[in-house]
């Protein structure tokens, strides 16, 4: 079975410097799909980034961007110029690429509170 | 366009009481996930459903959960005689197609049982 590990609880970043979060997961498959989602007080989980198994270059979606280390099973999100609006819970998720039963699901980390200081 | 809706988005019921918790997905969407996020669990699975396909219930905590989706659309989870441990939010996604497309999520429906 596959698991998805956030190492971080909680995380603090002075606004407009960078952070990263750490996710690692595990998996014997070779296809798959990763994400970062962003859930603020509001509860409402935003797609932030998301990263395809195959592709060797890593995702980049504005001021986020992911280092994606496949052999290291590894899945980090850094945000650049932190805006006060980033704090909230950030998930690392995976989905495998192979579709039988219940795969298609999202595979959640435990989550890291990130905390935007002015 | 219009994103998941979920119904209620707060919900506060007695112990042994029935409850329904609606999901609206995404027009044309035709996957649709059904997650509960609690603090000791963090986010589980509990079903999903394809398309006019046979369910996949296999993340179901016990029988007294189920789901349906009428016509390929509105999705209702409904948990029977509710217990303490069930309250937590519970979250619905849809997707376009499964394999490769993003899920989209909805804002919630936190259950609490007295």
């Known amino acids: 079975a596959q698991t998805v590990t956030q190492s971080q609880p909680e995380m603090s970043v002075q606004e407009a410097e960078t952070v990263t979060l750490s996710c690692t997961y595990d998996t014997s498959e070779s296809d798959y799909y990763l994400f970062w989602y962003k859930q603020p007080p509001s509860r409402q989980m935003i797609l932030v980034i998301r990263q395809e198994a195959y592709k060797q270059q890593n995702a980049t979606e504005n001021r986020f961007s992911v280092n994606f280390q496949k052999a290291a099973k590894s899945f980090s999100l850094k945000i650049s110029d932190s805006q006060l609006g980033d704090a909230a819970m950030y998930f690392c998720?995976?989905?495998?690429?192979?579709?039988?039963?219940?795969?298609?699901?999202?595979?959640f980390g435990k989550g890291t509170k990130l905390s935007v200081k002015p | 366009g219009a994103g998941v809706s979920q119904s209620p988005s707060n919900k506060v019921t007695e112990k042994g009481k029935d409850v329904e918790l609606r999901c609206d997905p995404i027009?044309?969407?035709?996957?649709l996930y059904w997650y509960r996020q609690s603090l000791g669990q963090g986010l589980e699975f509990l079903i999903y459903?394809?398309?006019?396909?046979?369910?996949?219930k296999s993340g179901l905590p016990s029988d007294r959960f189920s789901a349906e989706r009428t016509g390929g659309s509105v999705s209702t989870l409904t948990i029977q005689r509710t217990q303490q441990e069930d309250s937590a939010v519970y979250l619905c996604a849809s997707s376009g197609q499964w394999g490769t497309d993003t899920q989209y999520f909805g804002p919630g429906t936190r259950l609490t049982v007295l």
């Open positions: 027009s044309g969407h035709t996957a």
């Open positions: 459903f394809q398309g006019n396909s046979a369910p996949d």
């Open positions: 998720a995976y989905r495998s690429a192979y579709l039988r039963g219940s795969q298609g699901n999202l595979i």
